[in-house]
């Protein structure tokens, strides 16, 4: 599983409220990425780090911030939730291939 | 930017009969094509990749095949049992050939594959 957990794995809360989800690795990885998955969409990339305190944005990354202080902890930041962000978010990193954490299941009411 | 195409959206085959996933992509510059299983509440598996520089690739009863010049891609299920049932992905990156890049893969939307008894 490539070392990869993910917390909260479920959340349920409001729009309107902030909401950070976490994505933590124990082998030293530099590329991490923030991925939404949506029936009939796959899999959309939200964000991405190419090392500590360097991000950039992916194909759906309006409404989402990131943060990296430290190579083993990336965050994704809802800064006011909305119903459309109603979604399973993963969390990967990228090794030989690029593998994902378990997911973490946010319903946003 | 890429753009992955995958079809067919939902496959039936019988079990012990091989399947056939397709896919196709948009950017010649992509250089980097893994497949994923996905099982129901889990997350996606890598299940083999092809760099671009390979025409075939196989991994006992999978197998993947790219087509630089078309830009299509495919995976190949022979012997299919029932833990094959799963939905898989197709996906592509500009980014990962020798390890540089950092810019993610882009999906297909996947394929329902079901293994009839």
């Known amino acids: 599983d490539a070392g990869i957990t993910q917390s909260p794995r479920h959340k349920v809360t409001e729009t309107g409220t902030p909401v950070t989800l976490r994505c933590h690795q124990t082998e030293n990885h530099r590329y991490m990425y923030w991925y939404r998955q949506d029936p009939g969409h796959g899999l959309r990339l939200i964000h991405y780090?190419?090392?500590?305190?360097?991000?950039d944005k992916g194909e759906v990354s309006d409404g989402y911030s990131v943060s990296r202080s430290k190579t083993e902890d990336f965050l994704l930041t809802l800064e006011s939730a909305t119903s459309s962000q109603t979604s399973v978010y993963f969390c990967?990193?990228?090794?030989?291939?690029?593998?994902f954490g378990p997911g973490t299941r946010l319903t946003v009411l | 930017g890429e753009n992955v195409e995958q079809h067919p959206s939902t496959l039936s085959v019988q079990e012990g009969d091989s399947a056939v996933i397709k896919c196709t992509y948009s950017d010649s510059a992509s250089n980097y094509f893994p497949w994923y299983k996905q099982e129901l509440g889990k997350r996606p598996q890598l299940i083999i990749d092809?760099?671009?520089?390979?025409g075939e690739k196989k991994d006992q009863r999978i197998a993947v095949t790219l087509n630089k010049t078309a830009k299509h891609f495919s995976l190949h299920i022979t012997e299919t049992q029932p833990e094959d049932s799963a939905v898989y992905f197709c996906a592509a990156s500009t980014g990962m050939y020798s390890g540089g890049g950092a810019d993610g893969l882009t999906f297909g939307k996947g394929t329902h594959l079901i293994i009839q008894p």
């Open positions: 990967a990193i990228k090794g030989t291939g690029v593998y």
């Open positions: 092809i760099r671009s520089n390979v």
């Open positions: 780090s190419y090392g500590v305190k360097d991000t």
